[in-house]
């Protein structure tokens, strides 16, 4: 029955996208549970607003993403009775990976996308995997149907290259419409092919007049 | 230090945690799906009244041992709780919630737990549970309403939750959903409501080996909660192929 300790972890698929523009940042995901061959809902939301710029998408084991959301939520509002300011997106980025690392040897099974705007108010991307490691991008994509959606956003973000010197800013050239459009495009291929991605998709804008959000209808199949 | 206890005819899954006490991560005599469904009034919530025990820890089979097994209770004044999986866990977990209505009626401040605090308080017990390697072997469905908000959730063993018109639990998602998915509309009557879940409960009961034909109804409005007595549905069997089941293939088998 339960010899062994898989039964601790389930994927609750779904598939989340960031894109960093010059002055805004794009994060989105779909919003289906799954489990095994099953839908639970198709309207659970993996995106949380943790500071005023500064959004965490996830994806993996819903039970350790919502724990993981309320750890830092909870975290940010000591931090601003402490400093009596809002965290910035990258002072939270580092608070993600320490927080994964802390669960190193029993993981939160989330895969997360940090998405916002830096001090100086351009769009930054963090990528992480489940036990913290992680690296500041100009676009990333996480979940069941990243491996479906990071060779396009390659091909279509026209962002520089991180292999060219001297480094470039990784933020895309594009406008935030045109990442928008390209983040929907995306999402509309990603849920042809990968079965756990769907139903709808969460799209939302961070810049420097707030935060918007946008829902968008995916294919039900 | 902890130690596994192995036997050598089955691999056993007791394992002795160094303050000595054991704990089990199979279930023993489980109860089957629980359907709910939002309608106009409130929240409706149905299951099957059996459950089955397990033959020694391995899948052997299983006994129906209870045949009147309330699967379904009221949670203080607002909220309904079925529970699929383990039973023992299941009256555990209704000790723990025990506590909470009566720690939250003793503040005698006017305010009263209703299903959304319920659902978060049961989320994060299972969730903590899992994280110690202890679990309550269930599947939670969580329904009520309060100042007219209609609320119906499910919790997982591990934690997994999510909020929604319909849900249900084990079998129920594979075979129950569906049927729900096609049929639920905003502001059914109790009696639209009933006859969704009737018809999920009938091919329950055809195609889930462990359900029995005996079930209770609950549901729960703004005024409060009934729970109907055990009724049983009516089936059919009489099926031209189940009259000669050989015919067309003699022999042995």
New interface residues.
């Given amino acids: 029955?339960?010899?062994r300790?898989d039964?601790?972890?389930?994927n609750?698929g779904g598939t989340c996208v960031a894109i960093a523009g010059s002055d805004y940042c794009v994060v989105a995901a779909d919003t289906r549970?799954s489990?095994g061959y099953?839908?639970?809902?198709r309207?659970?939301s993996k995106i949380c607003k943790l500071a005023d710029k500064c959004v965490l998408a996830s994806s993996g084991?819903?039970?350790d993403m919502?724990?993981l959301q309320k750890n830092l939520s909870a975290k940010h509002l000591i931090y601003q009775h402490q400093h009596n300011k809002q965290m910035s997106c990258p002072a939270m980025a580092r608070l993600l990976s320490n927080t994964l690392y802390y669960k190193r040897f029993?993981p939160y099974y989330t895969f997360n996308i940090l998405g916002g705007l830096d001090n100086e108010g351009k769009g930054c991307v963090y990528s992480y995997d489940a036990v913290g490691s992680y690296e500041r991008v100009g676009y990333s994509c996480q979940g069941t149907g990243g491996a479906l959606i990071m060779p396009v956003l390659d091909n279509q973000l026209k962002s520089p290259s991180p292999l060219l010197l001297p480094s470039r800013d990784a933020v895309t050239p594009l406008s935030e419409s045109e990442a928008v459009d390209l983040v929907k495009d995306v999402f509309a291929s990603a849920t042809e092919r990968d079965i756990y991605t769907g139903d709808k998709l969460e799209i939302i804008v961070v810049n420097a007049t707030g935060i918007r959000q946008e829902f968008l209808d995916l294919r039900k199949d | 230090m902890e130690w596994g206890a192995v036997s050598s005819e089955e691999k056993e899954v007791s394992t002795i945690l160094e303050s000595g006490s054991q704990r089990t991560l199979s279930p023993y005599v489980t109860g089957t799906s629980v359907l709910g469904l939002k309608y106009k009034d409130g929240v409706i919530m149905a299951a099957d009244m059996g459950a089955q025990k397990l033959n020694t820890r391995c899948s052997y089979g299983s006994t129906l041992r209870y045949k009147s097994v309330e699967q379904i209770k009221p949670i203080g004044k607002h909220t309904l709780l079925g529970a699929s999986g383990e039973i023992s866990d299941f009256q555990e977990i209704l000790r723990y919630l025990d506590e909470l209505i009566i720690y939250d009626h003793m503040w005698d401040d006017g305010n009263s737990l209703g299903p959304k605090e319920v659902h978060n308080y049961l989320n994060r017990v299972m969730y903590n549970r899992r994280n110690k390697f202890n679990p309550l072997w269930n599947s939670l469905v969580v329904g009520g309403v309060k100042n007219g908000q209609k609320y119906l959730g499910m919790v997982g063993m591990i934690g997994t939750h999510y909020e929604d018109n319909h849900v249900a639990t084990g079998f129920g998602n594979h075979l129950a959903r569906p049927i729900m998915r096609a049929e639920w509309r905003e502001d059914l009557t109790f009696e639209e409501a009933v006859k969704i879940l009737e018809k999920c409960l009938l091919v329950l009961l055809y195609r889930d080996r462990s359900a029995i034909n005996k079930f209770q109804i609950s549901k729960i409005t703004e005024e409060g909660v009934t729970i109907s007595e055990p009724y049983a549905l009516k089936t059919f069997w009489g099926f031209s192929a189940f009259q000669n089941p050989t015919k067309g293939a003699e022999g042995s088998w």
Avoid at chain 1, 7 to 10: A, K, P, T
Avoid at chain 1, 38 to 41: D, G, K, L, P, V
Wanted: aromatic letters at 26%; proline letters at 0%.
């Fill in positions: 029955m339960a010899l300790g039964w601790v972890y389930e609750n549970l489990v099953s839908i639970y809902t309207d659970y084991f819903q039970g919502k724990a029993f």
